[in-house]
């Protein structure tokens, strides 16, 4: 991204390193609660009932929700790594420049809309 300002890129490194630090203590507040529920679990009695069904279902989304956090973390860190490295903005498959507009509506993109549309078309 070598061909554009500084300015913006400054903007997303500062939104990317916001985003970073708010997913890290929504991963450690997460890692608390699996902690506790783990206790609390030991105290249930074994016979299932409504309730624990119910705490089933929840778990079961906070952990979708944990993983989805942990890979958008990583995307976040590949991001600033990128920005290190000078290479951020650049599509890492066809080395194209990413438009701005795609970057501030997701700033850890690290494909141009053709290849990543290409990329999920195969997925």
């Not at 699996?34 to 009695?45: H, I, N, R, T, Y």
């Not at 438009?99 to 990329?119: F, G, S």
């Amino acid at each position: 991204m070598s061909t554009q300002k500084n300015t913006p890129i400054q903007a997303l490194r500062e939104s990317l390193q916001a985003r970073e630090q708010q997913l890290r203590r929504e991963l450690e507040a997460a890692q608390i609660e699996q902690e506790q529920q783990a206790q609390d679990a030991e105290d249930l009695p074994r016979e299932p009932d409504a309730n624990q069904t119910h705490e089933v279902s929840d778990r079961e989304v906070r952990h979708a929700e944990l993983l989805r956090d942990q890979q958008e973390l990583q995307a976040v860190r590949a991001a600033l790594q990128r920005i290190a490295e000078g290479s951020y903005g650049e599509c890492v498959n066809c080395g194209k420049a990413i438009a701005v507009e795609r970057l501030k509506a997701n700033p850890a993109a690290m494909r141009c809309i053709a290849c990543q549309t290409l990329a999920e078309a195969k997925a």
